[in-house]
């Protein structure tokens, strides 16, 4: 069963959520357990920034959801593999 992050961002009408890999390479994909990841919410104005940091802790389908209420958000799902996180760099197994 994949795993859920829920973040809430007050304030804002969130309409779209996105994980960056950042310096994450591999050859199968590019989000690895114990790297960490900014994501990123998408408003339809947008007076800042709103970003949290994520590190998955496990491979498996991750979902992750921003939302401003409780009914909801957009959802971004990502597939995590074995990793080495070498500082900012993330080495992930395929």
């Known amino acids: 069963?994949?795993?859920?992050?829920?973040?809430?961002?007050p304030d804002r009408h969130v309409v779209d959520?996105?994980?960056?890999?950042g310096l994450s390479t591999g050859?199968?994909?590019?989000?690895?357990?114990?790297?960490?990841?900014?994501v990123v919410p998408r408003t339809p104005v947008m007076f800042g920034h709103a970003v949290t940091l994520w590190t998955p802790t496990?491979?498996?389908?991750?979902?992750?959801?921003?939302?401003?209420t409780s009914a909801g958000g957009p959802e971004?799902?990502?597939?995590?593999d074995a990793a080495t996180?070498?500082?900012p760099l993330c080495l992930v197994a395929p």
């Open 17 to 21: 959520v996105s994980v960056l890999p």
């Open 27 to 38: 050859p199968a994909g590019v989000y690895g357990a114990g790297c960490t990841y900014v």
């Open 85 to 87: 996180p070498l500082g």
């Open 1 to 9: 069963m994949p795993t859920r992050r829920y973040e809430t961002f």
């Open 76 to 80: 971004e799902t990502v597939t995590v």
């Open 58 to 68: 496990a491979p498996g389908e991750h979902s992750i959801m921003a939302y401003q």
